[in-house]
């Protein structure tokens, strides 16, 4: 029975779940294992939410529409690395954001970030000063673009994501907060990579078993 990948990250149990570190360096080392495959890219998906249908995902229409894995090794990606050094010793950055993972091509001059979510945590975090933490990611990624570099900025996520608890718990989901990210993501325009469809294109590759025994069951894709 495939299942989406909140099943995954809600393993072992509930409460009782492996951090997102741990995730973002999985999804770093299928990234870079991509990489290494000549023509290997992910579809860029946007939010858009749908009450009739209760869809809240569709492929993106304006670029990009691939994240292309080209030239993505061990010494140009960082896990939650510390973005205010990205150029250099001095924190030219002030940033309160930091992504989860950060491609950065000194030959090409660009940057591209990766928030990575599971489960636990809302995309949207705490609004302060008027800004929440999409607000401050997109300040990030046109600060980054001031300094002279291209700059993309992508939500690596489960379809399956909702802000109270999840579809492994159900009965305790609060319908009125469901699709609260969801809805904030679409107001953003953002840039969204399924974690179903990383799943899918290393399900039969040797660092699936790494990750989980039966990968292939988490590889559920929306319609």
């Not at 029975?1 to 149990?13: D, E, G, H, S, V």
């Not at 990030?140 to 999840?166: P, R, T, V």
């Not at 799943?199 to 292939?216: A, G, M, Q």
């Amino acid at each position: 029975m495939l299942k989406n990948a909140t099943y995954l990250f809600n393993q072992p149990r509930g409460n009782f779940h492996h951090s997102e570190s741990r995730w973002s360096t999985t999804a770093q080392i299928a990234l870079i294992y991509l990489s290494s495959m000549k023509g290997s890219e992910l579809n860029v998906y946007q939010s858009k939410i749908n009450q009739d249908t209760t869809k809240w995902i569709t492929k993106a229409e304006e670029e990009p529409k691939k994240l292309l894995l080209e030239d993505w090794r061990v010494d140009n990606t960082i896990v939650e690395g510390n973005i205010k050094h990205i150029f250099g010793d001095d924190p030219i950055i002030d940033s309160q954001v930091f992504p989860n993972i950060i491609y950065k091509n000194e030959k090409s001059e660009e940057v591209k970030l990766i928030v990575v979510r599971t489960i636990g945590r809302t995309v949207r975090g705490r609004k302060k000063e008027g800004l929440d933490n999409i607000d401050r990611y997109i300040q990030l990624a046109e600060k980054i673009q001031s300094e002279g570099w291209k700059c993309d900025l992508y939500y690596l996520m489960s379809y399956g994501h909702e802000d109270e608890g999840n579809q492994c718990e159900e009965g305790i989901i609060d319908e009125v907060k469901r699709h609260q990210d969801w809805e904030r993501l679409e107001s953003a325009n953002a840039k969204i990579l399924l974690w179903e469809e990383l799943f899918s294109l290393i399900e039969d590759s040797e660092v699936s078993k790494y990750i989980d025994p039966n990968l292939v069951q988490y590889t559920l894709m929306p319609d």
